[in-house]
């Protein structure tokens, strides 16, 4: 390889560090003020409800990572940074205005429980004298979809008017 070659290389190199992993403290704060003003958006107000009891195992009967919920939102054909997964949820139904939309969601959200729920089956068969424990957590599983259910049947969807003042 010839030394104008590498020369070429280390400048085209040199040029993406600078433009895309900057560390100026100012690009950091300014970056970090974005994400901050997009979490203090107002959400539906079933979100509040819902990430307290969907994210907290000893209520919902299962435990959703951030890479659960990012690959819950890429199935729904969503794009969500990872970040602490109540802000995920948060930005998850964010803009939901659909019935659709939260089927979806929920729907997928599902797939995700029952997959936990055949891994508590398994344990219990396997290890019996725990079958009690994880019965409980498929109790609470099952009860957290049922949820779901009541959150799409109570749902209002918003319809697009002309008038944005006419209620």
Known sequence: MKQNDLSDLRAEFDKFVKDSCSMDPEDLKRGQDEQDKEDEEPVPQFVDALTS????????????????????????????????????????????????????????????????????????????SSKAIFDEYTDKSKRTMKMFDQIIEDFEEIEPSSDPLFI
């Open 53 to 128: 009891k969907l994210l907290a195992p000893a209520i919902s009967g299962v435990y959703l990572s951030r890479l659960d919920i990012k690959r819950i939102a890429e199935a729904i054909d969503e794009s969500l940074p990872i970040k602490e997964r109540v802000r995920m949820i948060r930005s998850l139904f964010r803009h939901t205005n659909s019935k659709k939309y939260l089927e979806d969601a929920f729907g997928e959200i599902n797939r995700h429980i029952n997959g936990r729920i055949l891994i508590y089956n398994e344990l219990g068969e396997a290890f019996p």
